[in-house]
C-alpha cells in the first residue's frame, strides 16, 4: 500500500466533528481606518504644533508630536493583540482546546468530553462574565475575549456539542 492510500484510509477512519468554533478577539477599526484616524490626529498636531510655533511656543510642538507617537505605539500594541486566538473542537471522544497568544505560542489541551463541564460566572446585571472548561480537577478559561452575550451564545453551542458527545457517536440509515 502506498503511502497516499494510508492517508486516504486515515481521513475515513476520522471522527466527525460535532462542535468546532474560532474565537478571536473583536476589534472594530480596520488597517483602513486606522491610517485615517492617524492622519487626522497628524493633521491635527501638525496644525495646532504650527500655530503654537507662530506664537513662539516652540517647545508645544514636541509634546504634540510625542501625543501622535504614544497614540500610534497604543494602536499597534492592540493591532498585535488581536492575533491571538482559541480554537475549540469538540469530537465523540476528544474536546481540543487550542490557544494561540500574539506571539504565536500555542498551548493545547485535551479532554474527554465526557468528563468534561461548562463552568459560568454570571452577573445579574451584565450576563456571562466567565467561561471554563473544568475537568478531573483542572479549570481553563475559555473565551475570554467574548462580550457577555456572544458568551451566552458561545455557551448553549458548547453545552449542546458536550451534550451530543455524552451520547455518543450516532449513525444516519440514508434512505
Given at each position: 500500500m502506498s503511502d497516499d492510500n494510508s492517508h486516504r484510509d486515515e481521513d475515513r477512519t476520522a471522527?466527525?466533528?460535532i462542535f468546532s468554533a474560532l474565537i478571536t478577539p473583536h476589534r472594530s477599526l480596520s488597517s483602513t481606518g486606522f491610517l485615517i484616524l492617524m492622519l487626522g490626529?497628524?493633521?491635527v498636531s501638525f496644525i495646532s504644533g504650527f500655530a503654537f510655533i507662530l506664537m513662539g511656543a516652540w517647545p508645544v510642538c514636541g509634546f504634540l508630536g510625542l501625543d501622535v507617537l504614544l497614540v500610534y505605539v497604543a494602536f499597534r500594541a492592540?493591532?498585535?493583540a488581536a492575533r491571538a486566538y482559541e480554537e475549540v473542537k469538540v469530537t465523540a471522544s476528544e474536546l481540543t482546546l487550542r490557544k494561540v497568544n500574539q506571539r504565536?505560542?500555542?498551548?493545547e489541551w485535551t479532554l474527554n468530553p465526557l468528563w468534561v463541564q461548562l463552568d459560568r460566572i454570571v452577573h445579574e446585571e451584565f450576563g456571562i462574565e466567565g467561561l471554563f472548561l473544568v475537568s478531573q480537577g483542572r479549570r481553563l478559561s475559555i473565551a475570554s475575549c467574548l462580550g457577555p452575550d456572544e458568551k451566552a451564545s458561545?455557551?448553549?453551542a458548547l453545552s449542546n456539542a458536550l451534550g451530543e458527545a455524552k451520547r455518543g457517536p450516532t449513525r444516519t440509515l440514508l434512505q
Open positions: 471522527e466527525p466533528t490626529i497628524g493633521a492592540n493591532f498585535r504565536g505560542g500555542v498551548r458561545f455557551a448553549k
